[in-house]
């Protein structure tokens, strides 16, 4: 069974463009969940999907924003990004969102902004 | 307040021993999970192992075990005869009822030294 898997690897923008990462759940979940894992900073929640429809974000403003494909895939985009969005971004799967299913992550995008 | 605290930043432990990565926690929801995370030096996230609140025995999954001490919300993880694979950084992590997104703590990087 493939895992949840991220693309790009690594992605180095500038300062003021956007970025897009994407993600594909493991066959069968319907949640997909992102996270921000800055430098010293542990991993913070961004953003919930599940069914399609956007259930719960962390508090990052609305430049962060995304949506999940009726396939259950996921994007995230960053717009404006500036130099503190340069971090490994996390995105996880889990069977649904409503119980205590373990998340499972994928190995994550590099975002770097210089 | 935090959610969840790891007090160890670093732990340095010979191989073939047992380690012990604390992890406390805060909630008022009587129905709560618990997950433990390792995150090697590539990046990926891996669940390693889950524990209910409801849960009458503690949890365990190989090498992992968890030693849940509800009355002092505690959620420690022990690893059994600790290996050079072992070395990454240890996450600790809670959902609380039905809440949709998953809490961190900060993290305990370990390493396992020959």
């Known amino acids: 069974e493939a895992g949840v898997t991220q693309s790009p690897t690594h992605l180095i923008k500038t300062r003021g463009q956007q970025a897009t990462l994407r993600c594909s759940p493991i066959s069968g979940h319907t949640s997909v969940y992102w996270y921000q894992q800055a430098l010293g900073l542990g991993l913070q929640f961004l953003l919930w999907y599940d069914e399609g429809e956007e259930r719960n974000r962390g508090n990052f403003p609305p430049r962060f924003s995304g949506r999940q494909f009726p396939n259950y895939s996921s994007e995230l985009n960053v717009n404006a990004l500036e130099l503190e969005d340069s971090a490994l971004y996390l995105c996880?799967?889990?069977?649904?969102?409503?119980?205590?299913?373990?998340?499972?992550f994928g190995d994550g995008t590099r975002l770097s902004i210089l | 307040a935090q959610k969840i605290t790891q007090t160890q930043p670093g732990m340095f432990v010979q191989e073939k021993e047992a380690v012990t990565l604390d992890c406390t926690y805060d909630?008022?929801?009587?129905?709560?999970?618990l997950f433990w995370y390792k995150q090697p030096s590539s990046g990926e996230m891996i669940f390693l192992i889950y524990?209910?609140?409801?849960?009458?025995q503690n949890a365990t999954e190989g090498r992992y075990s968890l030693n849940f001490q509800k009355a002092r919300k505690s959620a420690n993880l022990v690893i059994s005869a600790s290996q050079l694979g072992d070395s990454a950084m240890y996450f600790c992590a809670m959902r609380e009822g039905r809440d949709d997104k998953i809490i961190f703590g900060k993290g305990t990087r370990l390493h396992i030294l020959p």
């Open positions: 909630t008022s929801d009587p129905s709560y999970g």
């Open positions: 996880a799967s889990s069977l649904d969102g409503y119980s205590n299913q373990p998340q499972h």
């Open positions: 524990q209910g609140s409801y849960d009458q």
